[in-house]
């Protein structure tokens, strides 16, 4: 697999792939964004799903994949830095503000970021109807966010941090997407690069949410949280595996922008499967991301 993944790299195979790849990210982080914000606190769901995937990734890590080159090691050691920033900033989102209105914030911040941090690392540029196209997505992301807004009436008194928090989460997205892009690119094997960010990033978050979970009051039942955090491993595996290697394989900024449709699949499984309503105002406004990220993907 690492040898068809490195001779693909650049050409348009590779983008094809990178786009499949990118767009499958998307399903699967709309999936992981249910699973962190579910009945359980985000700390605990986090904790949960850290630990089964630095448990499932440790074992390949250190025994299946080649070791890590020496210059790789201060690479990992910003990637826990930075994931962990990441994760404090969506937590304190999630605690502040309804889902519906910091999701499409937090996810609206990310890739306008990435296309510069690109832009200044690896040199990737834009067409002007690719800008069409990430203003067209971008209208679409923060017009969710305010619709939503207008009509949320939980934490109205925390939506201010709320919206802060959720930048700053899109900063971090805008960050990490980057950083991770010239990390996986760094090692000969990008499944080095998976397994080791996997098992490092695994560390901190189990260690906090125990701590977390033995202050507090009436914990819940472990069983379902233990089942929650199995599942968000195994899709976390999928979902950031996937973006990773199409920022291997094609432009960061593209892929970046790619799986911001994520929002528009979060609101397909809500109406498939927990039967929420859309209605034509949130239909209009996905649309508007979808045509972006079409527009992006085929203005180059």
Do not use: C
Not at 206 to 220: E, I
Not at 225 to 237: D, E, I, N
């Amino acid at each position: 697999m690492s040898a068809w993944i490195q001779s693909i790299e650049g050409t348009d195979q590779g983008a094809t792939v990178a786009l499949i790849l990118a767009l499958l990210a998307a399903v699967l982080h709309a999936v992981f964004g249910a699973l962190q914000k579910g009945r359980h606190d985000p700390m605990l769901a986090r904790g949960a799903i850290d630990a089964s995937y630095g448990l499932m990734a440790a074992p390949f890590a250190l025994f299946v994949v080649p070791w890590p080159e020496p210059h790789m090691w201060p690479i990992f050691a910003g990637v826990f830095v930075i994931h962990a920033g990441y994760k404090f900033a969506v937590l304190a989102a999630y605690r502040r503000g309804a889902f519906t209105v910091v999701y499409p914030v937090m996810r609206g911040t990310g890739p306008l970021f990435t296309i510069v941090g690109a832009w200044l690392i690896f040199g990737e540029t834009f067409s002007a109807v690719q800008w069409l196209g990430v203003v067209v997505l971008l209208a679409g992301l923060y017009g969710l966010a305010a619709f939503n807004m207008a009509r949320v009436t939980v934490a109205r008194d925390t939506l201010v941090p709320a919206l802060a928090f959720a930048v700053l989460t899109g900063l971090f997205v805008a960050l990490y997407t980057t950083y991770d892009a010239y990390g996986i690119r760094a090692t000969a094997d990008p499944f080095t690069f998976l397994a080791w960010f996997f098992f490092i990033d695994g560390l901190l978050f189990p260690v906090l949410a125990t701590r977390f979970y033995r202050r507090m009051g009436s914990p819940p039942a472990l069983g379902p949280l233990a089942l929650r955090g199995v599942v968000g491993g195994v899709v976390a595996f999928a979902s950031f595996g996937s973006i990773m290697l199409a920022t291997r394989l094609d432009q960061v900024g593209e892929a970046a922008v790619l799986r911001e449709t994520s929002t528009v699949f979060a609101a397909l499984i809500g109406w498939l499967f927990l039967r929420e309503p859309v209605g034509p105002a949130r239909t209009a406004l996905m649309g508007l991301i979808a045509l972006g990220a079409v527009i992006v993907e085929f203005g180059g």
